[in-house]
C-alpha cells in the first residue's frame, strides 16, 4: 500500500524557514518522480513544486523560485521541501504528491502558517 | 503553463438528480486528466485518473470521459455524501495544473 506521510509544518515568522519532509512506502521511491502541491485556506490548487526520480530535474513556480528547494534522499525514502524567505502568502497545506501509472497518491497534508 | 478551466463554478443539485461537470484544458493533455473531489479540511480524494478510469473504491456513479481538451466528469444520482468541491488536474506536462473548482450544492 501506498504511503506519505509529511510532517514539518508549523507557524513561523515571515522572513523565516521551515523544512518539510514526506516519508514513502508502498513502492519503488527512487524510480518515482515526486511532487509537492499547496493549497492556501479556502483557495485551489498549486504545484509548488517536483522533482525527478533521480533528482537531476528540478521544477518551481515563479511564485517559490529561489525560495523553496526540493530533494529527496532515495536511501531513506523521505522528499523534503527547505522554505526560506517565507512570506504570508505562502501559508498553505502542502502535499506531497506520487504520480504513478495506475492513480495519483496524496499524502494527508501539513499546514505551513506565515504569520506574526 | 496549461491553463485548465472548470465551468460550473457552481452547481446546484437536488439529491438523486444527475450532475454533470466540465473541465476545458487550453492546449492537450491527451488522456492525462484527474479528477478529484474535496470536503473541507480534507485532502483531495482521487476520483478518476486517464480522464475515464475511476480510482479504486470509488463508485459507479462516478465516471469520466473526453480526451485532449474537453473532460467531463458525470454523477449519475446524487447521494448526500457527494455534495463538495471537485477538480480537475492536467499532469501530462509540468507544470502540473488544476482547475480552479466546480462546487456541488445542495438545491
Keep these: 500500500e501506498v504511503q506519505l506521510v509529511e510532517s514539518g509544518g508549523g507557524l513561523v515568522q515571515p522572513g523565516g524557514s521551515l523544512r518539510l519532509s514526506c516519508s514513502a512506502s508502498g513502492f519503488t521511491f527512487s524510480s518515482s518522480g515526486m511532487h509537492w502541491v499547496r493549497q492556501a485556506p479556502g483557495k485551489g490548487l498549486e504545484h509548488a513544486s517536483a522533482i525527478s526520480g533521480d533528482g537531476g530535474t528540478t521544477y518551481y513556480p515563479d511564485s517559490v523560485k529561489g525560495r523553496f528547494t526540493i530533494s529527496r534522499d532515495n536511501s531513506k525514502n523521505t522528499l523534503y521541501l527547505q522554505m526560506s524567505s517565507l512570506r504570508p502568502e505562502d501559508t498553505a497545506v502542502y502535499y506531497c504528491v506520487r504520480r504513478s501509472l495506475a492513480a495519483i497518491y496524496w499524502g494527508q497534508g501539513t499546514l505551513v502558517t506565515v504569520s506574526s | ?107
Design chain 2, 1 to 107: 503553463e496549461i491553463v485548465m478551466t472548470q465551468s460550473p463554478a457552481t452547481l446546484s443539485v437536488s439529491p438523486g438528480d444527475g450532475a454533470t461537470l466540465s473541465c476545458r484544458a487550453s492546449q492537450s493533455v491527451s488522456s492525462n486528466l484527474a479528477w478529484y473531489q474535496q470536503k473541507p479540511g480534507q485532502a483531495p480524494r482521487l476520483l478518476i485518473y486517464g480522464a475515464s478510469t475511476r480510482a479504486t473504491g470509488i463508485p459507479a456513479r462516478f465516471s469520466g470521459s473526453g480526451s485532449g481538451t474537453e473532460f467531463t466528469l458525470t454523477i449519475s444520482s446524487l447521494q448526500s455524501e457527494d455534495f463538495a468541491i471537485y477538480y480537475c488536474h492536467q499532469y501530462n506536462n509540468w507544470p502540473w495544473t488544476f482547475g480552479q473548482g466546480t462546487k456541488v450544492e445542495i438545491k
